[in-house]
């Protein structure tokens, strides 16, 4: 029998990792595309509503917003542990994402000198807060097929490397199941854990067998690599959609609470450290149709009011 991977990764971190969100605070005005980033006060309210259920809260980038989300970490809340990671730029223009632009070679070639510095970034903001940093994502979904920030996985094999040499903490990548499956075997050896993501609403499963498939899509990779721990980085619930994706009729409240909840308790009972998806709604993403399904994933409201998945919500 596999040991949990709760207790592996504890192992590696010095942390146990359960009870875990994903944390973005753009409230509405606020946007990574225009700069305007939330303030040292509104990510202490955020994180002070979000460590009453969760001591784990993964984040995107090293951003001025990430950056200032470990500082406050760090004064405010040094109980809370956080994942990092690299946003990186696409590489490659992937003519099988539908919402990509075409790039230049020039864009590209940018695009990877950026990288090449936020890679450096990320292994540096690692080393001056490993008291709060448990661990360090190499990208984001940069791999599957579907993806609009497509990176070469040699490239991404370069990162990995990097950063487990210029830093302290334990490193991965964080994609959906499916390319650990095969493009990704080679980058096994260089990841400490493998990140994985489920989201069974964008495949059109019913709320009801939605947490056996989650279970099913861990278990794959699981059994394939048993000698590394496997966490889920991101797995959720939209409770809105205009219909691009997810059918209306799934993306709602109570299919959130359902699916969270019954979610949350496998992550517990089966010692899987599963990084729910996520604290809050970010209105700067997607498309401007106010129904976007990427827009509403939150446990909370964009106004910080709860949803119902968190009526007697478990506290820490």
């Given at each position: 029998?596999i040991?949990?991977?709760?207790r592996?990764?504890?192992?590696?971190?010095?942390?146990?990792?359960?009870?875990?969100?994903?944390?973005?605070?753009y409230?509405?005005?606020?946007?990574?595309?225009?700069?305007?980033?939330?303030?040292?006060?509104?990510?202490?309210?955020?994180?002070?509503?979000?460590?009453?259920?969760?001591?784990?809260?993964?984040?995107?980038?090293c951003?001025?917003?990430g950056?200032?989300?470990?500082?406050v970490?760090?004064?405010?809340?040094?109980?809370?542990?956080?994942?990092?990671?690299?946003?990186?730029?696409?590489?490659?223009?992937?003519?099988?994402?539908?919402?990509?632009?075409?790039?230049?070679?020039?864009?590209?070639?940018?695009?990877?000198?950026?990288?090449?510095?936020?890679i450096?970034?990320?292994?540096?903001?690692a080393?001056?807060?490993?008291?709060v940093v448990?661990?360090?994502?190499?990208?984001n979904?940069?791999?599957?097929?579907?993806?609009?920030?497509l990176?070469?996985?040699?490239?991404?094999?370069?990162?990995?490397?990097?950063?487990?040499?210029?830093?302290?903490r334990?490193?991965?990548?964080?994609?959906?199941?499916?390319?650990?499956?095969?493009?990704?075997?080679?980058?096994?050896p260089?990841?400490d854990?493998?990140?994985i993501?489920?989201?069974?609403a964008?495949l059109?499963?019913?709320?009801?067998?939605?947490?056996?498939?989650t279970?099913?899509?861990?278990q794959?990779?699981?059994?394939?690599?048993?000698?590394k721990?496997?966490?889920?980085?991101?797995?959720?619930?939209?409770?809105?959609?205009?219909?691009?994706?997810?059918?209306?009729?799934?993306?709602?409240?109570?299919?959130?609470?359902?699916?969270?909840?019954?979610?949350?308790?496998?992550?517990?009972k089966?010692g899987v450290?599963?990084?729910?998806?996520?604290?809050?709604?970010?209105?700067?993403?997607?498309?401007?149709?106010?129904?976007?399904?990427?827009?509403?994933?939150g446990?909370?409201?964009?106004?910080r009011?709860?949803?119902?998945?968190?009526?007697?919500?478990?506290?820490?």
């Amino acid at each position: 029998m596999i040991e949990p991977a709760a207790r592996r990764l504890a192992a590696l971190t010095g942390s146990e990792i359960r009870d875990a969100i994903c944390y973005s605070g753009y409230r509405r005005g606020q946007s990574p595309r225009t700069g305007v980033y939330p303030s040292y006060e509104q990510i202490k309210q955020d994180l002070a509503i979000v460590r009453r259920h969760w001591g784990v809260i993964r984040i995107y980038d090293c951003s001025p917003h990430g950056i200032t989300t470990l500082e406050v970490v760090r004064n405010e809340y040094p109980d809370l542990r956080v994942l990092i990671g690299a946003d990186l730029a696409p590489e490659i223009f992937n003519r099988n994402c539908s919402w990509a632009k075409p790039l230049t070679e020039a864009q590209l070639s940018e695009n990877r000198r950026r990288n090449d510095a936020q890679i450096r970034h990320v292994a540096a903001t690692a080393a001056a807060y490993a008291d709060v940093v448990l661990g360090v994502s190499a990208g984001n979904e940069v791999t599957v097929d579907w993806t609009e920030h497509l990176v070469p996985t040699e490239r991404v094999a370069g990162f990995l490397r990097y950063l487990k040499q210029n830093q302290p903490r334990p490193v991965t990548l964080c994609d959906n199941n499916v390319p650990w499956q095969g493009k990704l075997r080679d980058l096994v050896p260089l990841a400490d854990f493998i990140s994985i993501h489920s989201y069974p609403a964008w495949l059109s499963v019913p709320v009801q067998e939605a947490l056996a498939w989650t279970a099913r899509e861990y278990q794959e990779i699981a059994e394939l690599y048993p000698d590394k721990p496997v966490i889920i980085t991101e797995a959720g619930w939209t409770t809105t959609s205009s219909g691009r994706g997810i059918r209306r009729e799934d993306a709602n409240p109570a299919n959130q609470a359902i699916y969270c909840r019954e979610l949350a308790a496998w992550s517990r009972k089966q010692g899987v450290p599963v990084f729910l998806f996520e604290a809050f709604d970010e209105p700067w993403k997607g498309s401007d149709v106010p129904d976007e399904p990427e827009k509403h994933w939150g446990f909370f409201n964009e106004d910080r009011t709860p949803k119902p998945v968190m009526a007697g919500y478990p506290s820490r």
